[in-house]
């Protein structure tokens, strides 16, 4: 075997394992319990872990999940997140979760999860869900998955791709959501458009959308709720 069919695989075995790994870094530990100190002048990829030996059962536990939700808002829905921020115990596990509230006709808008796959059970009611591809070639438009979903059912929404969940039945619906990172992170994408601060530039809004600046004006100027 020549030196260069070595070193081609050599490279090729390290992407395969590198892809082969959770997106979230793999502990080097048993657990490293965060410690949620917004003073620390300590900046870490995730949290500063807790002495092991002031940890506690606590540290892994959370309640409430069996409480709904909030959905008497401009969209319907609420999300109860599950993360490194609420349970500690999850820093550098890279896994979370949320539970999923819709009032009837609710929606969980537009939005992607830049750290995160998000995998979707259905607990109760009817969602039309879906997910959307990234941009494909030249003159193609960027192809839609959708299903509609009943008690029992699962979906899985690849790592940062736009996607949705509506209630299209007549009653509630609840969702729980699992994540293979500790912090997903959520970007909703007509709050982030329309709704930054400072704005985006009404110009580039414009041209990007191919409509006329009032109705970039309009859009800016209405109050984006955050369901998160």
């Known amino acids: 075997m020549s030196l260069k069919?070595?070193?081609l695989i050599i490279a090729i075995l390290a992407v395969?394992?590198?892809?082969?790994?959770?997106?979230?870094?793999?502990?080097l530990q048993d657990f490293c319990v965060a410690v949620n100190d917004s003073m620390t002048t300590v900046f870490v990829n995730g949290k500063v872990c807790k002495d092991p030996k002031i940890v506690s059962a606590d540290d892994f536990f959370k309640s409430g999940l069996n409480v709904a939700g909030n959905?008497?808002?401009n969209v319907g829905s609420a999300v109860t997140a599950v993360n490194v921020n609420n349970l500690p115990g999850l820093n550098t596990l890279g896994i979370s979760l949320a539970r999923i509230d819709y009032a009837p006709y609710g929606?969980?808008?537009?939005?992607t999860h830049p750290r995160g796959t998000e995998v979707l059970t259905v607990l109760e009611g009817t969602l039309y869900v879906g997910f959307v591809l990234s941009n494909p070639g030249p003159n193609m438009k960027n192809k839609l998955f959708t299903k509609i979903l009943h008690p029992g059912d699962v979906f899985v929404f690849?790592?940062?791709?736009i996607h949705f969940q509506f209630n299209v039945g007549?009653?509630?619906a609840v969702a729980l959501a699992g994540f293979n990172s500790q912090n997903q992170g959520v970007i909703t994408i007509a709050n982030a458009v329309f709704g930054s601060d400072p704005p985006i530039n009404d110009d580039i809004l414009t041209k990007a959308f191919q409509v006329d600046k009032k109705v970039v004006d309009y859009l800016q100027s209405q109050f984006w709720w955050d369901n998160n």
């Open 5 to 7: 069919s070595f070193v």
């Open 16 to 27: 395969v394992t590198s892809i082969s790994h959770a997106f979230d870094p793999s502990p």
């Open 71 to 73: 959905t008497s808002n």
């Open 107 to 111: 929606v969980n808008p537009p939005h």
């Open 158 to 161: 690849p790592i940062g791709l």
């Open 170 to 172: 007549k009653t509630k």
